[in-house]
């Protein structure tokens, strides 16, 4: 079998799993006489400001036939009521009645206590597993562009397994990016192997972007002198990349040289680094030096910029 067809196979059993674990779920849907598909366009009534039935057949990707009968029948049943738009005559907003609000908290409920039944088995760990798993999937088919960041949280204590996540991190994205080799990843190594000794939280500050416990970004500043800072291992996952992550990482890294009133910090870079440049000097870096090397399998431009902090 190919790997292709491998994993189409894999794909295919996760989907009969996951169905029948979603069939649980559904059936305390259905024991409400309702079907799947009714329970969801109440979701979308409730969940949608100003919602028409257009947005509906949008959303849903639903028959604007099978729709109209659907809204009918919650009409009936007093579960839902049309408003006029007072902007268009044309427009009709849907909403929940109190009969239907009801009904719908009593059909979260449900699903909720059925969810939390299939889960409290597992520890807290595995939770958030099976939490991060489903965020995983659903980004990834989904339109990274859009993919929310509201799950980003920045973090500051370095714990047992950071930093050889982010040496990997170094070593496989500027392979990938940079064309860079072996020498590079051992590079990065010495650079931590040296940092880490001297850690103290009192002049050093790393700065951990985390999504679902995972490290998507960091920057770190190290204390030189009593004045002077070095700014280092900036990175940003490239599927979290666009989104204001880097820019958000950078400001943190400055703040915290003001707060310890540095005066000046720099950092190391290679003329390969457009993007990253781009953004030190949108934030007041200029470059003070360049020397050509030859290293990491390249031929580079080495440049080194600093910032004026106080």
């Known amino acids: 079998m190919s790997s292709e067809s491998s994993l189409v196979a894999e794909i295919r059993h996760f989907n009969r799993f996951y169905t029948g674990v979603i069939g649980l779920l559904d059936q305390h849907i259905l024991d409400s006489n309702f079907s799947l598909s009714e329970v969801r366009v109440l979701y979308e009534i409730a969940h949608t400001e100003k919602c028409t039935a257009g947005q509906l057949t949008s959303a849903m ?22 408003h006029r738009s007072p902007a268009d005559g044309r427009t009709f907003y849907l909403q929940l ?33 099976v939490a991060g798993a489903m965020k995983t999937i659903e980004g990834v088919l989904s339109d990274p562009a859009s993919a929310p960041v509201s799950d980003i949280r920045i973090r500051y204590n370095l714990q047992p397994g950071d930093v ?76 979290f990349r666009g989104k204001g992550l880097g820019k958000k990482l950078l400001q943190e890294a400055i703040d915290f040289c003001r707060e310890k009133l540095y005066q000046k910090v720099y950092l190391l870079t290679t003329d390969m680094q457009a993007t990253a440049i781009d953004l030190y000097k949108r934030n007041g870096f200029r470059k003070t030096g360049e020397k050509h090397l030859q290293q990491w399998g390249q031929q580079l431009y080495e440049q080194r910029f600093e910032l004026d902090v106080m």
């Open 61 to 82: 990707e639903i028959d604007g036939g099978y729709l109209s009968r659907i809204l009918k029948k919650f009409e009936t049943a007093g579960l839902i009521s049309r």
């Open 97 to 129: 009645s109190a009969k239907g609000k009801k009904l719908m908290s009593s059909l979260d409920e449900k699903s909720s206590g059925e969810i939390d039944r299939i889960i409290s088995p597992l520890t807290e760990k595995q939770q958030q597993q």
């Open 164 to 239: 050889g996540y982010l040496i990997y991190l170094h070593g496989e994205l500027y392979a990938r990016e940079s064309g860079y080799n072996l020498e590079f990843e051992s590079y990065v190594c010495k650079t931590f192997h040296d940092f880490l000794p001297t850690y103290n939280t009192n002049k050093d500050r790393v700065f951990l972007a985390t999504c679902d416990n995972k490290i998507v970004g960091a920057v770190a500043i190290i204390g030189s002198s009593r004045h002077l800072a070095q700014l280092r291992w900036f990175i940003v996952h490239p599927d």
